[in-house]
Each structure stands twice: as structure tokens, then as C-alpha cells.
T-cell receptor, first 115, second 111 residues
């Protein structure tokens, strides 16, 4: 299995509080992604990174920010959590097809509940 | 229109049945295609890549039809353990490497 871990795995927080989710990889892959998964919507891209300090918005980026100061770490921050951000968050990595077929490897997910 | 579309199902089939899923995509510049499997409350895991000439892995066969812009997954001799959600993933060429997921097709294999 690819070396990718997410933390925390579970978190319950209150509306208005800041939350940071961390994704850590040991594969040295260039691309890192944050998705959220909700019933009826499937996996939706929040933000992605194509290198250190290189990030861009995805389909559902409002209310989220990201940072990538090192190749191995990609942080997702909810500055002021809302109940609509209750979801399961998945981090994924890919080398973009450089040495593999370009598939994504996923972390185990972070389940966030905003009360 | 969503970029990648799948029939959500559920497909409810008996053990031993053959079942097929399709996934259509709208971006004709798409270059890479995958099928993922996701079990309940777990992360998606790669089932197989999809190649232009079609490819097979045991009971699973994937096909790509570029002219009609769809990919398919065929599962033969279904097992109870095949029960899961199957996600198709499409990646466009050029620019950044951004995978787009279908919403998934649910498969339930019953005894």
C-alpha cells in the first residue's frame, strides 16, 4: 500500500471553530488532492497541489484553504467550520503517470462532524 | 451535465451472474481512465486501469470506447465479496493532472 496517512481520522467540532486536516505521504508524489464525499454527490475535489507551494482550487473550494510547504504534507483548513462542511474528507496522491499508470492512492479518510 | 456520469444503481444480482457497468464522460480530451472500488465507509482503491485496447484481470474486463466516450466494466461470475460501489475516474490531457470521479455504481451480490 502507498504510504499516505491522514489525521485526525475523526473529529467533532462546533460551528465557527477552525479545523485543520493533515495529509502526509512518503511516496514523493507530485500531486496531492483533497476530496470530500457526501451521499448523492460522490467525490468532489476541494483543492489540489501540483508541487510545493503550488496549489489550485477545485470544484467546491469555498470555505476551505490549503497549504503545501513540503512535498510530503498537504494541509486542509476550514477557517470557520459550518454544518455544511460535515463530511468525509479524503486525501489522495498521484505521480501523474511519471512512473506509474497515474492512478490515485487514497488515505483512509477523515470523518468531520460540525455541530 | 456532469463531466463523468454513472448509473447509481443499485445493481442487485445473484452470485455467479455477469454484470456490466458503463460510465460516460464529456471531455473528449480525456486521456486516462480507471475503475475504483469503494467499500462502505472505506477509501476508494484501484480496481484496474482502462487501456485503449481493453484489458482483463481475472473476472474483470474493462473497455474504452473513445468514439462514444464511455468506459465499461464487466464482472463475470459475481461473488458476494464483489458487493461494493464502483467508481469510474477520468483524467483529461494537458495542464494539471486532475481526476474527475463519477458518483459511483452500487453493486449488491446476493446468495
Amino acid at each position: 500500500d502507498a504510504g499516505i496517512t491522514q489525521s485526525p481520522r475523526h473529529k467533532v467540532t462546533e460551528t465557527g471553530t477552525p479545523v485543520t486536516l493533515r495529509c502526509h505521504q512518503t511516496e514523493n508524489h507530485r500531486y496531492m488532492y483533497w476530496y470530500r464525499q457526501d451521499p448523492g454527490h460522490g467525490l468532489r475535489l476541494i483543492h489540489y497541489s501540483y508541487g510545493v507551494k503550488d496549489t489550485d482550487k477545485g470544484e467546491v473550494s469555498d470555505g476551505y484553504s490549503v497549504s503545501r510547504s513540503k512535498t510530503e504534507d498537504f494541509l486542509l483548513t476550514l477557517e470557520s467550520a459550518t454544518s455544511s462542511q460535515t463530511s468525509v474528507y479524503f486525501c489522495a496522491i498521484s505521480d501523474g503517470g511519471l512512473a506509474t499508470t497515474g492512478e490515485l492512492f487514497f488515505g483512509e479518510g477523515s470523518r468531520l462532524t460540525v455541530l | 451535465r456532469k463531466e463523468v456520469e454513472q448509473d447509481p444503481g443499485p445493481f442487485n444480482v445473484p452470485e455467479g451472474a455477469t454484470v456490466a457497468f458503463n460510465c460516460t464522460y464529456s471531455n473528449s480530451a480525456s486521456q486516462s481512465f480507471f475503475w475504483y472500488r469503494q467499500d462502505c465507509r472505506k477509501e476508494p482503491k484501484l480496481l484496474m486501469s482502462v487501456y485503449s485496447s481493453g484489458n482483463e484481470d481475472g473476472r474483470f474486463t474493462a473497455q474504452l470506447n473513445r468514439a462514444s466516450q464511455y468506459i465499461s466494466l464487466l464482472i463475470r461470475d459475481s461473488k458476494l465479496s464483489d458487493s461494493a460501489t464502483y467508481l469510474c475516474v477520468v483524467i483529461a490531457s494537458g495542464g494539471s493532472y486532475i481526476p474527475t470521479f463519477g458518483r459511483g455504481t452500487s453493486l449488491i451480490v446476493h446468495p
